[in-house]
C-alpha cells in the first residue's frame, strides 16, 4: 500500500522500517528532520510536512507523543486530514485519551476519511521485531482494510470496539501495569530492606502468587543496576495521568490509582523522569 | 522418617496424606477430631495432643491458622515442644509473623530441638499435588535433614536465610500478590465499566505488560462468576496485616500498603471474608 508515516520516534522508526521492508512504499514525516535519516536509505520518501506526507496516499499511519501532538500532525493547516484523499485510512497508534481518538474519528469522517485508534504495546523489542499487540477502536470495514499493515508490525491484533476503544482499552492495560510494577517494588524493597537475598527473592516471587511481567522486570533491572529506558518514569506518568482523568470523566472511583499517580510524579519530579519505569524500586530503596 | 502432624486444614491434610503416602510413618493432630478420619484411613495414628503427636518422633511439623494457634499447638502445657525428643526437627509451616518463628527457634534450642519456618505457596492444588514452593528460614543442617519431608510436599524448595527468614520471604510474596489481585481487579473494573467487553479485556491483558498471576485468575473469576475459595478474603487480610505489621516494626515504609489493608478490611467487613480473594472485583463492580 501507499503509506504515509509520522513520528519516528523509538516506536516509529521501527514500525516505519518493517512497514518498507515488507514492500510497503512509505512517505515519512518527523518534527526534526534528523530521524528521517535512516528510513531515507532504506528506501522511504521523506516529506515536508504530516500534510504532504498524507497527500494521495491509501493510509496514513501517525505514532507520536500526546494529546497536543496529535492535534498537530491531524488537525492543523498542515495536518494530516487536510492532506488525506477522500476514503484513506487514517490510523493513529499514539497512546492519547480516548476523548481526542473520537475527536479525530468524527472530524476523519467529516472529511470522508475512515479513522482508527491503535495504540500498541510490546515496547521497543516488540516494535522492532514486529510482534506488537495492537488494540483497534473503529469501524469492522475500516480495521480490516487496515490489516495488511498491522500484520507487519504486530502479532496480535485486536478490534476492541467503536472510535476511542483502543485507546481505553490501552489504558487501562497500562493502569495495571504501572501499579503492578509499584506493588512489586513495594513487597521487593520490604524483602530487601528486610535481609533477604535478592537472588532468593528472584527465585521465589516469580514462582508464586506474586508473579507478574512488572515483577521478573524489576528484579532483572535491580540485578543490573540498569535504569535507562525502556520505558520512561515520564511516559508512565503520561499514561497514569491519561488513565486517573479517564476515569474521572466518567465518574468511576479508582481506589488506589490517586495515590499512585501521586508518587509516581513526585518520583519523576525528583529528576527519574528520563530514567526506565523500573527506577521506582531505587527510589524506594533510596 | 516418624513424624508428628498437626493441623489438617486444607493445607495440611492433602500435605500429610502425601508424607503417608511417601512412607513416612505419620501421628496426626487436629483440634477438631472428625478432620483425623481421612488420614487414618490411609494408615495415619490418631494423638490426642499436640504434645503427644510429637513424643519420640524424629520431626514434628505444624501447619495452623495465625499466631495464636502456633503458640497453642507449640508452646503449651500439651504443646509439641514438650513432647518432642531432644534432637528432633520441629516444623511450622504456618503463614504467621516472623517474630513468633524466631520466638519458636529460641525456645525450640533451649530444649535440643531443632526448629525451621517454612511456609509454603501454591495453595491447596499445590499441598494436594505435591508441588508447593517452601521458604525455609533456619540452619543449614536442618534445612538438610529436612529433605525427605519437604521434598514429598514440595517442589521448590528454598533456604532464605535464618531463624523467621522463611516467614518474611512468605509476607513480603504475599503483600505483592495482594496488591497485584487488587490492581489488576481496579483497572479491569475500569475497562469493563467503560465497556469494553470481557472476553477482549481476556485476550489483550494477560498478553500485554499488565500480565500477572493474579491478573488471570481474575479473569477467569469473572468469567464464570465463581467466588468460592480458593483463598479466602479473611486470609488475604491476615496476611496483608501482619506484612504491613512486619514493616511497621522494622520502620519500613510502604506506600501504597496502608490503604490496600483498609481497603481489604472494608471488603471483609461487608461480609465477603468467607469468599475468594478474587471477589475484590466484584466489590468494585458493585
Given amino acids: 500500500m501507499e503509506v504515509g508515516f509520522i513520528g519516528l520516534g523509538v516506536m516509529g522508526r521501527a514500525m516505519a522500517a518493517n512497514l518498507v521492508r515488507a514492500g510497503h512504499r512509505v512517505t515519512v514525516y518527523n518534527r526534526t528532520r534528523e530521524a528521517t535519516g535512516p528510513l531515507a536509505d532504506l528506501g522511504a520518501a521523506v516529506a515536508q510536512s504530516p500534510r504532504q506526507a498524507a497527500e494521495g496516499k491509501d493510509a496514513v499511519i501517525s505514532i507520536v507523543t500526546d494529546d497536543a501532538a496529535v492535534s498537530a500532525v491531524l488537525f492543523g493547516e498542515e495536518g494530516a486530514l487536510l492532506g488525506a484523499r477522500a476514503g ?39 516494535a522492532r521485531e514486529g510482534t506488537l499487540t495492537i488494540m483497534v477502536g473503529g469501524d469492522e470495514a475500516a480495521f480490516s482494510d487496515a490489516q495488511p499493515l498491522f500484520s507487519v508490525m504486530g502479532r496480535r491484533i485486536v478490534r476492541v470496539g467503536g472510535p476511542g476503544s483502543g485507546q481505553t482499552m ?19 524493597q520490604l524483602g530487601l530492606r528486610l535481609g533477604l537475598p535478592a537472588e532468593i527473592l528472584g527465585e521465589v516471587m516469580p ?77 524506594l530503596l533510596g
Fill in 88 to 126: 484513506a485510512l487514517v490510523i493513529d497508534m499514539s497512546t492519547v485519551s480516548p476523548a481526542i481518538a473520537r475527536q479525530a474519528a468524527q472530524q476523519a469522517a467529516q472529511r470522508g476519511l475512515r479513522f482508527l485508534d491503535a495504540p500498541v504495546t510490546g515496547g521497543d523489542v516488540g
Fill in 170 to 188: 490501552k489504558l487501562a492495560a497500562n493502569l495495571v501495569s504501572a501499579m503492578t510494577l509499584m506493588v512489586a517494588a513495594e513487597g521487593l
Fill in 207 to 283: 514462582n508464586s502468587s506474586a508473579a507478574s511481567y512488572e515483577l521478573a522486570k524489576l528484579l532483572d533491572r535491580h540485578a543490573r543496576q540498569d535504569w535507562e529506558p525502556g520505558f520512561s518514569v515520564q511516559n508512565r506518568l503520561k499514561d497514569l495521568r491519561l488513565a486517573v482523568e479517564m476515569a474521572e470523566q466518567a465518574g468511576i472511583t479508582l481506589p488506589m490509582a490517586p495515590k499512585a499517580l501521586e508518587l509516581y510524579r513526585q518520583h519523576a519530579q525528583e529528576g527519574a523522569a528520563p530514567l526506565d519505569e523500573a527506577s521506582y524500586l531505587r527510589r
